[in-house]
């Protein structure tokens, strides 16, 4: 009989998630009533802080662009397959640091609230372990590990609701939630004769974070923490050792974006 690995450790990686973006709230939320509300008025005092771009959250529209650092994942849930065959030992998923950029559109909805739809092309390198048991008494770890790894390029469409705090000084603070549709650009589907583990064209993520808007004498700048959870089925059905351990797929992205407006 095979030997199963229980991952307890990846299996309460989603109440690590929730609880920190629970923590991060309380955060902000605690130091927005820490201020005064005498510091939510315009200072006119010439001695006083400069205030910089002081009208520019009134402007109905606003464009920009964005660097960011993604560090992804994928969650998987092993099939029959992989619990009938004596050959596969464990399945892990490897976490891999990729990058993105793209551009910004920022439509006022109200003083603290805005939809924002944000173009972007992704690159990410997606990787699953495969460890099988020796055969016939060898060991050599060259023949026991497979290291399924797939580089992609994304299209992405981000569509977002941002809620604001009221402005203090030359910053705010937000929190962001929406979903992000992304297709697969380029890249040939391997052969279903090639022994080698797909993934799916398409992919739906629920997009949530936080972040701060500084504004600065000539542009805002806004560094922002975003999760990103897949909702969609990845894996494909070709007939292969690898795809055929999996039965649900999905991706997990955390990434830090520096948006320049």
């Not at 629970?22 to 205030?51: C, G, H, T, V, W």
């Not at 770890?141 to 797939?150: A, G, H, I, K, V």
């Not at 890249?187 to 500084?214: P, T």
């Amino acid at each position: 009989m095979p030997k199963y690995t229980a991952y307890f450790w990846n299996k309460f990686h989603l109440c690590r998630t929730k609880n920190l973006v629970f923590y991060s709230f309380l955060l902000i939320f605690f130091s927005l009533r820490a201020q005064p509300p005498e510091m939510l008025e315009y200072n006119r005092d010439p001695k006083s802080r400069i205030i910089n771009l002081p009208n520019y959250d009134e402007k109905k529209l606003h464009y920009g662009f964005f660097l960011a650092l993604n560090y992804n994942r994928v969650i998987i849930k092993e099939s029959e397959y992989y619990l009938n065959n004596s050959n596969i030992k464990s399945i892990t998923p490897l976490a891999k640091t990729d990058f993105s950029l793209g551009f910004l559109l920022n439509i006022r909805l109200h003083d603290q609230l805005a939809f924002r739809i944000i173009p972007s092309v992704g690159f990410y390198d997606r990787a699953v372990k495969y460890t099988f048991y020796a055969k016939d008494g060898i060991s050599d770890s060259l023949n026991r590990n497979s290291e399924q790894l797939t580089e992609m390029a994304m299209i992405e469409t981000q569509f977002l609701l941002k809620y604001k705090s009221l402005r203090r000084k030359n910053h705010r603070f937000y929190v962001i939630g929406g979903l992000k549709p992304g297709i697969r650009a380029g890249g040939k589907k391997a052969s279903r004769e090639e022994n080698r583990m797909g993934f799916g064209r398409m992919d739906l993520s629920i997009e949530y974070g936080i972040g701060v808007d500084f504004y600065f004498k000539f542009f805002k700048f806004a560094p922002e923490l975003r999760f990103s959870n897949g909702i969609v089925n990845v894996n494909t059905n070709d007939v292969n050792t690898f795809n055929q351990s999996i039965s649900n797929m999905l991706s997990h992205t955390v990434t830090l974006y520096f948006f320049f407006e």
